[in-house]
């Protein structure tokens, strides 16, 4: 224990340092120092106003506000989107404006947009009426004619044209020539447009209304017209319906104005409509030309609010943000100063207080900003200083739970095991070198991608990039351990070990291989490939590589666990759960590691199977030819007690002597505390000091010291076989690879036609890419995440602790 006493505290490996302060802030600096606070990025200040709603705070006003710009922002965002302007994300100008002119700008752009848009609105409304019309104008023409030459002349008095829009100023010249001159019953028509999707069930609405009494004639428009509502374009249909009688009028209106169909009226005289149509081309031309003119000023103006539209979000957004900051501060007594109260790192209270010094001086205030450290009874949060390299590295680790103060950080440790232990299970060289290019690429490219608006998929590719680095590279480091590039071994550490038994044989890797030099430097012999052995061989390779980095990371897990201990006090801890969970898990699976060792380095042919079986069945039998050193039987015997004492000793001392503690301090006995992780109620947010010794329930304590002691004693062994998951995902990428290079690339190899050739290449780079390198990758990595959150992390983690969020306008730049 002195080496462990001895050894550095771990101080770089766990959280900031933190500091409870308050601010005393004058009423006229207070924007200005919530402000500065927010450009340093290190405070994170506490809602002292909880008890009150949102509209019952000061500054709700100002909030409202700034709610009110931002929907005025979102609008401007939306028109310019729909318009297609290409505006800068970030405007290089940085013109100074306050909030009040902001805001009445802001205004001024809307009530100017919502006027333009009106304008518009209308306008491409008549237009549309007008397209309509003249595609009625031209089509229905040619359904009239027939009608016309079979017409008798006295009988073309009593046509009447039916239309619905009495009040449009274009159809002065038909409301001129068009009045009926009879009123007398006689053959009437309809004509109109409607879209084409209904065409069938607005032509049997009709058939069914009329019983049959009238005749629709149609024809495609040949142009497609705007919807109104959806704003697309759509194809429509020109129909003219022929019927007699006022009640069959009336019921045709009536279903024209249900299927949304517009009517139009067509003059039967060829001359009317020609000249109806010109007058219409020409209303139509005036129209082109003012829209045209109204979208190009729409689109300046837009592209002015573009410009400055990113500087104008990003403003509000801080002033919204240093409102509801300044909602969570107290007015004192006097009404004249604000008190607040937060969290900063240790190492940021001299820039904190630079920060309030120019806000007092800018502000001119008379009065200074009061800065200091106050006492606290509760848990700070939790502060990591990570980079780009690290940041995805505790991202996993936040994952899972955000660690206490000062907890120890498994991140630290993570860099190397995760990506280590996903290389074991994707072990080929081939298929490192392509995700060491993906990851190149992305950390190559890392500015531009920076700046840009990823997809889900690609934005946490982008966040990984480092992650992704590394696991590429120890996917290469293990793949040329494994000997396998795409499944293909290559002689890259010079010759095979071993030889055909025969000098003349054409089967040697059905008849088995022999050795006659050194074995192979680095890595799997080549020579194992196809083989008899080849299987047997690998599986009993990985397998016992998987349990000794099994037992390898969950005792590094139970020893950061002495280190969590010792930096907080709890001897308690060290001596009834650091030393028997060490001394439980090494002298079963510790011992199973040892022997796998031995073995290799022996030779031996003992069966650890059976070793490990009778170690509890019969502790004292003859191990035979399974003893692979000298006194095995004694030390299993004795690694079995140990194993045996440990259990109760994880069990039964901690809890009674915190019931002996806890009696002796409230009978006023001067007796010094043990620290223990149960009664050091300091990690629990929001917890006060005062009760951390009232409230002791023994029960709960041993049940809760139960459950922890058979959590631990069942998870050693499922834990260390949930580390054969590292052999058998490492076998089943192998044998994957060796299917689709043997079944895909060579079968197709084996033909002389060249299309073959290309489609089995084809098809094996496809599944190589979207199997392989794809669904492996993902599978591979969550299995390395499993592995780190319940073998590893469970040892020592507790991860109940919360995050430290600064108010910073940094991060409302990133959101953005």
């Not at 010094?357 to 939790?382: K, L, W, Y």
């Not at 608006?453 to 480092?466: P, V």
Request: aromatic residues 12%; hydrophobic residues 45%.
């Amino acid at each position: 224990m002195k080496f462990f006493d001895n050894l550095p505290p771990m101080e770089h490996l766990r959280s900031e340092d933190m500091s409870l302060v308050q601010l005393i802030i004058p009423v006229e600096s207070a924007h200005r120092a919530v402000s500065y606070l927010g450009d340093l990025g290190l405070l994170q200040f506490k809602d002292l106003n909880e008890d009150k709603s949102p509209f019952q705070r000061t500054f709700v006003n100002q909030v409202k506000r700034c709610g009110e710009m931002s929907r005025k922002l979102r609008f401007f965002s939306d028109q310019i989107s729909k318009a297609g302007v290409s505006a800068p994300s970030c405007s290089s100008s940085q013109q100074v404006i306050d909030l009040e002119q902001l805001e009445v700008r802001l205004s001024e752009h809307e009530a100017e947009l919502l006027e333009m848009n009106t304008n518009s609105e209308k306008l491409q409304q008549t237009y549309n009426e007008l397209l309509e019309f003249k595609l009625v104008l031209l089509k229905a023409g040619g359904f009239l004619v027939p009608a016309q030459n079979h017409a008798v002349s006295a009988e073309t008095e009593l046509v009447e044209n039916i239309y619905s829009k009495k009040d449009d100023e274009s159809l002065s010249l038909l409301e001129q020539s068009m009045q009926p001159e009879s009123s007398k019953a006689g053959l009437r028509f309809i004509s109109g447009i409607i879209c084409k999707s209904k065409e069938l069930t607005f032509e049997r609405m009709l058939f069914r209304a009329t019983r049959g009494n009238m005749f629709f004639n149609q024809a495609p428009a040949g142009k497609q017209v705007m919807d109104p509502v959806t704003g697309e374009m759509v194809d429509k249909t020109v129909f003219v319906v022929f019927f007699s009688g006022e009640q069959a009028k009336n019921k045709i209106l009536k279903i024209c104005h249900a299927f949304g169909a517009n009517c139009y009226p067509v003059p039967e005289e060829n001359n009317k409509q020609r000249q109806l149509t010109r007058e219409v081309s020409m209303r139509l031309s005036e129209l082109e030309a003012t829209l045209d003119a109204g979208i190009l000023h729409r689109n300046k103006a837009l592209a002015l609010i573009g410009s400055e539209l990113w500087n104008w979000t990003i403003m509000v957004k801080k002033e919204k943000a240093v409102y509801d900051t300044l909602n969570m501060l107290n007015f004192d007594v006097t009404k004249k100063c604000l008190v607040g109260e937060g969290w900063c790192p240790t190492f940021a209270k001299p820039q904190i207080k630079e920060a309030l010094q120019h806000a007092s001086i800018h502000s001119n205030s008379q009065v200074g900003i009061i800065f200091h450290d106050m006492d606290s009874f509760e848990s700070p949060p939790t502060y990591f200083r990570t980079n780009r390299f690290t940041n995805a590295f505790q991202e996993i680790v936040d994952a899972y739970g955000v660690a206490r103060f000062q907890e120890a950080n498994p991140a630290v440790y993570s860099v190397i095991t995760f990506p280590f232990l996903f290389a074991v299970m994707f072990g080929d060289w081939g298929h490192g070198l392509c995700l060491l290019l993906g990851a190149l690429v992305l950390i190559l490219r890392e500015k531009k991608l920076g700046s840009q608006k990823l997809g889900s998929f690609m934005e946490m590719a982008f966040g990984g990039r480092y992650l992704i680095l590394l696991m590429a590279l120890f996917s290469i480091y293990c793949g040329l351990i494994y000997n396998e590039f795409f499944s293909v071994p290559f002689y890259i550490f010079g010759e095979s070990a071993y030889k055909c038994r025969d000098s003349s044989c054409s089967d040697a890797r059905t008849a088995g291989l022999i050795k006659y030099r050194d074995p192979y430097p680095f890595g799997v012999d080549p020579r194992w490939r196809g083989s008899r052995s080849e299987l047997p061989f690998l599986n009993s390779l990985k397998m016992k590589m998987s349990i000794l980095l099994g037992v390898s990371q969950m005792n590094l897990g139970i020893i950061l666990s002495y280190f969590d201990a010792k930096f907080h006090g709890s001897s308690l801890d060290i001596r009834y759960q650091f030393i028997p969970q060490i001394i439980f898990l090494n002298s079963l699976f510790g011992y199973l590691a040892l022997l796998i060792v031995i073995k290799w380095c022996s030779g031996s042919q003992a069966d650890l199977y059976h070793v490990m079986i009778y170690m509890f069945l019969d502790p004292t039998g003859d191990l035979g030819e399974n003893q692979l050193f000298w006194g095995q039987k004694e030390l299993q015997i004795l690694l079995l007690l140990m194993a045996i004492v440990a259990v109760p000793w994880m069990l039964f001392p901690k809890p009674f002597i915190l019931k002996k503690l806890h009696t002796e301090r409230f009978q006023g006995r001067n007796y010094g505390i043990l620290g223990t992780s149960e009664m050091d109620l300091d990690h629990e947010p929001d917890s006060a000091r005062r009760q951390h010794h009232e409230d002791f329930n023994f029960s709960e304590v041993f049940v809760h010291q139960m459950i922890h002691s058979i959590e631990f004693i069942l998870g050693a062994v499922s834990n260390t076989a949930s580390y054969l998951r590292l052999w058998a995902l490492s076998l089943a990428h192998s044998e994957l690879s060796t299917v689709f290079y043997e079944k895909l690339l060579l079968l197709a190899w084996g033909y002389d036609s060249v299309i073959i050739r290309i489609a089995g290449l084809a098809v094996f780079a496809f599944a190589t890419a979207f199997i392989l390198l794809m669904m492996e990758t993902l599978s591979a990595f969550l299995h390395a995440l499993r592995l780190h959150w319940v073998e590893f992390m469970n040892k020592f983690y507790h991860g109940d602790g919360y995050k430290f969020k600064p108010f910073s306008f940094k991060l409302l730049a990133d959101e953005d």
